[in-house]
C-alpha cells in the first residue's frame, strides 16, 4: 500500500527529532539552493550538479552525529524533497525569534508575507505615537 505524504511526514519528522538535525538539514537545504540559484544566474552547470550532493552530505553528518540514524532519500526523491523543505520552513519559523533577539531585532507583530490589516497599522502608528509623545501630565486635571 502506497503511503500518504502525511504518513511519509510523521516518519520523517521522527528521523529529525533532535534540534541540531533540524538546523544543520535547514544549512544543507539553504546551501543547496544557493548553488543551484548561483549556478544558473552563472550559466555554470556543476554549481547546479553539486548542489544535491552538498545537501546530502551535509544531512547525512547530522543523521550520523545526532540522531544516529540512516536516511535513504533516493527511495522516495519527490517525497523526501517537499519534507525537506517543509522541515526548511519550519526550522527557519522556530529559529527566527532566536535569531532575531540575538541580533537585537524586535518585532511587535508577526508578518507572514501579507499585508498588515487597518486595525494592526492603527495599532502601531498609536504605539509610536504613545512613546514619541512625553507623558506631562500628573493625573486628571478636571479641566474641560
Known amino acids: 500500500m502506497?503511503?500518504?505524504f502525511e504518513e511519509f511526514w510523521h516518519t520523517y519528522a521522527r528521523m529529525h527529532a533532535h534540534?541540531?538535525?533540524r538546523r544543520m538539514h535547514a544549512l544543507a537545504t539553504a546551501s543547496a539552493l544557493t548553488l543551484v540559484?548561483?549556478?544558473?544566474?552563472t550559466r555554470h552547470v556543476?554549481?547546479?550538479a553539486?548542489?544535491?550532493i552538498v545537501d546530502f552530505a551535509i544531512a547525512q553528518v547530522s543523521h550520523r552525529v545526532f540522531e544516529r540514524n540512516k536516511t535513504r532519500p533516493w527511495r522516495a526523491p519527490v517525497r523526501h524533497a517537499r519534507a525537506e523543505l517543509r522541515l526548511f520552513r519550519q526550522t527557519l519559523a522556530s529559529e527566527a525569534p532566536r535569531l532575531r533577539q540575538h541580533l537585537?531585532?524586535?518585532f511587535r507583530g508577526r508578518f507572514?508575507?501579507?499585508t498588515t490589516t487597518r486595525r494592526a497599522r492603527m495599532d502601531a502608528s498609536t504605539e509610536v505615537e504613545r512613546h514619541a509623545?512625553?507623558?506631562t501630565s500628573k493625573g486628571f486635571t478636571g479641566g474641560g
Do not use: E, F, Y
Open 2 to 4: 502506497k503511503q500518504t
Open 19 to 21: 534540534p541540531s538535525t
Open 37 to 41: 540559484v548561483v549556478g544558473i544566474a
Open 46 to 48: 556543476l554549481l547546479v
Open 50 to 52: 553539486a548542489a544535491p
Open 104 to 106: 537585537g531585532v524586535h
Open 112 to 114: 507572514r508575507g501579507r
Open 133 to 135: 509623545q512625553p507623558n
